[in-house]
Structures are given as C-alpha cells and as structure tokens.
C-alpha cells in the first residue's frame, strides 16, 4: 500500500508497504502443496482400490477356469463325444450338451477350453512314495520305448550326493540328494495268470549325479530271476531331470499293457514319453487348457486328469499290500503231517 501525503504543493513522504504481497505468495504456495499431497493421496487410494479389484477379479477369473475344467472333465468322461482334441476356442462343432462359457450371464465366463485326449507325455506331479499310479501304455502306432525323467518335488533338484547304485537298494540317498527313485512295473495282461507273469517287467530307476541319462533294454528283465534290476539314471539341468530310457518295447495298439509307478525315498515329479515325445498315449491322460475370465481380467490353467475313473492297485490309500526293500520269507505249509519245513533261502530258516 502506498502512503502519500501533501502539504501545499510539494510531495512530502512516499512509503511502500508489501507485506501483503508476501502473505499471498506464502498462501498461494501452501495451497499448491496441500493439492499436491491431496492428489497424491487419492492417486495412491484409486491405485489401491484397483489392484484390490484386480486382485478379486483374478482371483474370480481362476475360479471360472476351474469351472470351465469340471464342466469339460465331466463331459469328456461321461462318453458324450468321442472328438480326439479340441484346438480353437469355438464349441459349435460339438453338441448342444457341450459346456458353453457364460457362468451368471456373461460377467463371469470361460471363454476358451481346449483339450487332447492323445497328450505326448504322461505328467505325474506329484508321484508320492505312499500309492502307485497306474496308466494304461497304448498308442496308435507300436511303442518301442519309454524315456523317464523325474525330479526333486517341489523343484530345485539336489544332486550332488546321488551315487547311483550299489548291489542293492541302500537304506537312503544321503543327506545332498533331494531327489528320490522310481519303482516301475510294466506288465501285459495274458490269457491266464503264466502269461501275465511271464509278461510282467519290475525295476528301480535311482538318482545319479551327472553323466548321461540311464538305459535298460526290458530284454535283461527275463522272469523270474532278473526282475528288480537296478538301473542308475544320470541327473543333470541339460537333461531336464533324471532320466532313464526303457528300451526294446513291442507294444501294439490292440495290446493291453499297463504301467505302474511308485516313488522311493521321497516324492518326485516324474514324466514319461514314448518313442522320444513323438506319438501320443491313448487312454491314458486328458490335456485341459482353461481360460476363465471376470469383466476384463483373464486367467489361464491347464492340467492333466485320467482319461477315465482312476484307480489303484488294492491296498490301503492304493499302495501296494505288503511293500519292502528287503527279502521277503513265505512258508506255506500245505502238509500237515510234515514235521519239518525246508526253504531255498537258509536264512529263512531262522
């Protein structure tokens, strides 16, 4: 504010006063910064509320994956179509009856469901030591081998303590190999209980540290006094795992030959493939690739389920009736006038 004062004619004081001014500035700058803050707060708390709705929106999404995996799992076991693969999205090829994707009328949907009845590997995650899994081994063409690659579960294989073998199965691993060993059996079913015997290959696949993956011809499996042969398999990342081939196979797609596999020690995560990946496995496994979507967010899950109604070997949970790593003494005594009994191991004898 300017101040002047008169007398007379002549200008006698002139004073400039700002502080005024400066009030302005100083209210003007408190202002722009109390915005800015306020800005700030909402942009964080709109950031928040969007990741918690993308958050329920994924997690909705994976929910109508899953949905979009039971309505097809259903279907496809049920016997309602007999289609091989389905490879695009659209579902007008197959019945009225097939699962369509709206779930509540749009919002919540699977927008995309493929599948294959004819995967080229049989994924088995995990493969506990406490059941077997059984698959029936068929393809369209013969099956000549069956590679096996299998790993620590969960992941991160330790193998720097893994020897591979001795004589016999040892008691354990040791304390820097995390990943554990396979029991296998591969048997044909014959027309009368000799056959199936005589068709019938048991082995052990263990963990090796490095070298090349593990080979075992069935050949050297001649019943009965070969069975249970112990085959390392070499473990390393190039290989994807541990990994033993099973050659000299005859399988034809008119036989009936099943697989059963157990893990030792620990579990594992254990793939198999025939003719090196490239033919499929018929009857075995069913591929589903889901996609689930709520609003705009997407998700996407695919897993193997049996081709049909599982089943297990009799037992306990599936596990085998009587199960060890050690000789096994029976005695059947169907004389009961014998006084003495005599037995091909003397060690039983006690």
Known sequence: MLKVSYKGQEMKKITKDQGGVVSILVTVVFILLISMIVLAMAENSNREQRQSLDRQLSDQAFYNAESGISDWAEYLTSGRTTEKSKTVCDTSAFPDDAPKGPIDGGVNSYSCVLFNREPSSLEIKPLSTDENKSYPIKSTVPITSLRFTWNAN?????????????????????????????????????????????STYIGYFLPRNGG???????????????????TPGGCSDALGGCVVTLTGLNILPTDNWTLNVKSLYTDNRVTVVANNGTVGFVDAQIEIDSTGKANDVLRRIKVRLPASLQYTTPGTGGSDVLATKESICKLIDVNQAQSSASFTDASCAD
């Open 212 to 230: 090349v993956g593990g080979s075992l011809n069935v050949g050297s499996l001649a019943y009965p006094d070969n069975q249970g042969m112990i």
């Open 154 to 198: 969960p992941g991160g294989n330790q193998v720097g303590g893994c020897a591979g073998t001795g004589s016999g199965l040892p008691s354990s691993l040791g304390a820097n190999c995390n990943v554990g060993g396979v029991r296998f059996e591969l048997f044909r079913l014959g027309a009368n209980r000799e056959q199936t015997i005589k």
